[in-house]
T-cell receptor, first 113, second 113 residues
Framework: AQSVTQLGSHVSVSEGALVLLRCNYS??????LFWYVQYPNQGLQLLLKYTTGATLVKGINGFEAEFKKSETSFHLTKPSAHMSDAAEYFC???????????FGAGTTVTVRA | DGGITQSPKYLFRKEGQNVTLSCEQNLNHDAMYWYRQDPGQGLRLIYY???????QKGDIAEGYSVSREKKESFPLTVTSAQKNPTAFYLC????????????FGAGTRLSVL
């Protein structure tokens, strides 16, 4: 099974500052990669995903992520944080011959005014 | 509107009691999943089903049971054998091809009285 590591359980940024959330996976074969967002007491919503092709993936709400095979990473960024970005973010991966997901432990983002 | 409906939103369990969490989807997805979410641990897979009348254990199936009698429905029973049931439970569904997106319900928060 895939292993997913999210560095930093909490990230605090100022409004307008860069948001950077880190995700590393364990597989030597590039998996499918996902970022989900969860607002308090709600389910998860897909931000973006990488399956094949261009390694820079753009998602909703101004987020993007870059797949780096050499670093086994899929870090999530947003150039300018908004108060509405305060939420918990999960990185998830699945093997290419599977449809189940393995999730990271999550990173909680707080945005300071 | 298409989506996944979980009920109830909040549930309380007494000692020795079995409780059932409902999950219904109208997305015509073959696969359905149950996850348990605890603070700082991400999502852990309890059970999953890729077709009616068939389901498999996930990583933490002990103390839980499921059924899949209809494509639209995948109820989860938390039995009295689950000694630490307090958590947020999320249901999801997807197609069964690789790189698929899992769609999530809004969750059920289970607490012990």
């Amino acid at each position: 099974a895939q292993s997913v590591t999210q560095l930093g359980s909490h990230v605090s940024v100022s409004e307008g500052a860069l948001v950077l959330l880190r995700c590393n996976y364990s597989s030597s074969v590039p998996p499918y990669l996902f970022w989900y967002v969860q607002y308090p007491n709600q389910g998860l919503q897909l931000l973006l995903k990488y399956t094949t092709g261009a390694t820079l993936v753009k998602g909703i709400n101004g987020f993007e992520a870059e797949f780096k095979k050499s670093e086994t990473s899929f870090h999530l960024t947003k150039p300018s944080a908004h108060m509405s970005d305060a939420a918990e973010y999960f990185c998830a991966v699945s093997d290419r011959n599977d449809y189940k997901l393995s999730f990271g432990a999550g990173t909680t983002v707080t945005v300071r005014a | 509107d298409g989506g996944i409906t979980q009920s109830p939103k909040y549930l309380f369990r007494k000692e020795g009691q079995n409780v059932t969490l409902s999950c219904e989807q109208n997305l015509n997805h073959d696969a359905m999943y149950w996850y348990r979410q605890d603070p700082g641990q991400g999502l852990r897979l309890i059970y999953y089903s890729q077709i009616v009348n068939d389901f498999q254990k996930g990583d933490i199936a002990e103390g839980y049971s499921v059924s899949r009698e209809k494509k639209e429905s995948f109820p989860l029973t938390v039995t009295s054998a689950q000694k630490n049931p307090t958590a947020f439970y999320l249901c999801a569904s997807s197609v069964t091809s690789g790189g698929n997106i899992q769609y999530f319900g809004a969750g059920t928060r289970l607490s012990v009285l």
